[in-house]
């Protein structure tokens, strides 16, 4: 039968408006988070990470901001453009040696209008 | 950024079929792992690969999955019998490193009919 899809967080602004994109992650024990941008039909893109020894990190027009007591990251971008409409995942490390696997969260679709 | 590519971008195949699937790291990677994702949910992890043999998977693997990499370039995801469910976007994504970003490529995606 047909999956249905999660319902995703929808985040709309306007353009030229700054965004604020939250996760909650679940293992205490992370300690390598990256934030990744998805548009329709392509592949997870990386935009920016952060280790758990810091808890900020800034890019260009993006920054990162890790929380470890409540186990929250946010990924907020400045001066939002059109072409930041996309979903946007938050993605864990898990696993403290060898090969670690990512686990992703549900995503957050980020609508930006001209 | 490392560049990967995923071929075919589109595979449509019966049910019961076998597919492989095909990643090519376009720069020298050691790590290399498969992530599906079905359509309008999220990435889920499927298996790592480092010196030619499996170093993690996750329940979704099971023995209709194989990996290799056959020609120390190449980095195949073979399933051997399809079923309706399989379909989804398969993701090949590389590192550099065992702690290093993970760089995803384009995607397959697979329909099983």
């Known amino acids: 039968g047909e999956s249905v899809g999660l319902h995703l967080p929808t985040l709309s602004v306007q353009e030229g408006d700054n965004s604020i994109i939250n996760c909650a992650y679940s293992?205490?024990?992370?300690?390598?988070f990256i934030w990744y941008k998805q548009e329709s039909g392509k592949g997870p893109q990386f935009i920016i990470d952060?280790?758990?020894?810091?808890d900020k990190r800034q890019g260009q027009r993006v920054t990162v901001l890790l929380n470890k007591t409540v186990k929250h990251l946010s990924l907020q971008i400045a001066a939002t453009q059109p072409g930041d409409s996309a979903v946007y995942f938050c993605?864990?490390?898990?696993?403290?040696?060898?090969?670690?696997?990512?686990?992703f969260g549900t995503g957050t679709r980020l609508l930006v209008s001209p | 950024e490392p560049e990967v590519t995923q071929t075919p971008s589109h595979q449509v195949t019966q049910m019961g079929q076998e597919v492989i699937l095909r990643c090519v790291p376009i720069?020298?990677?050691?790590?290399f792992y498969w992530y599906r994702q079905i359509l309008g949910q999220k990435v889920e992890f499927l298996v790592s690969?480092?010196?030619?043999?499996?170093?993690?998977k996750s329940e979704i693997f099971d023995d209709q999955f194989s990996v290799e990499r056959p020609d120390g370039s190449n980095f195949t995801l073979k399933i051997r019998s399809t079923k309706l469910e399989d379909s989804a976007m398969y993701f090949c994504a590389i590192g550099t490193d065992s702690t290093d970003t993970q760089y995803f490529g384009p995607g397959t995606r697979l329909t099983v009919l």
């Open positions: 690969f480092y010196n030619n043999e499996i170093s993690e």
């Open positions: 293992n205490s024990a992370s300690d390598y």
């Open positions: 720069s020298n990677h050691l790590y």
């Open positions: 952060i280790r758990s020894n810091m």
């Open positions: 993605a864990e490390k898990i696993g403290n040696t060898g090969f670690q696997k990512l686990v």
